[in-house]
Nanobody, 118 residues
Framework: QVQLVESGGGLVQAGESLRLSCAASGIIFRIFGIHVMGWYRQAPGNQRELVATITRDGTTNYADSVKGRFTISRDNAKNTVYLQMSSLEPEDTAVYYC?????????WGQGTQVTVSS
């Protein structure tokens, strides 16, 4: 059974920082590995959008809106992906979802709420 456990969300003021974590487990990951790990977010009334992704060899990709403020990283030994968010803005308020991809499928976490007050 696949599990993606997210943590680190919360309520902060604009300008502050948060660090999200997502730990993936399950036999499918032990057999096939995790090729791409990423974070997506969805604000009320909006579609889910890409925030950042990172490949197994460390290649990263960021949405323009978070470049220079957010940093994605991963620990392959722990099957864990992190999102360090700095200089948070009210526009960053959303539910943040972790996604793991391998040749078998895409797997999503349950989401963690990030709220940034002005």
């Amino acid at each position: 059974q696949v599990q993606l456990v997210e943590s680190g969300g919360g309520l902060v003021q604009a300008g502050e920082s948060l660090r999200l974590s997502c730990a993936a487990s399950g036999i499918i990951f032990r057999i096939f590995g995790i090729h791409v790990m990423g974070w997506y977010r969805q604000a009320p009334g909006n579609q889910r959008e890409l925030v950042a992704t990172i490949t197994r060899d460390g290649t990263t990709n960021y949405a323009d809106s978070v470049k220079g403020r957010f940093t994605i990283s991963r620990d392959n030994a722990k099957n864990t992906v992190y999102l360090q968010m700095s200089s948070l803005e009210p526009e960053d308020t959303a539910v943040y979802y972790c996604k793991c991809s391998n040749p078998k499928n895409d797997y999503w976490g349950q989401g963690t709420q990030v709220t940034v007050s002005s």
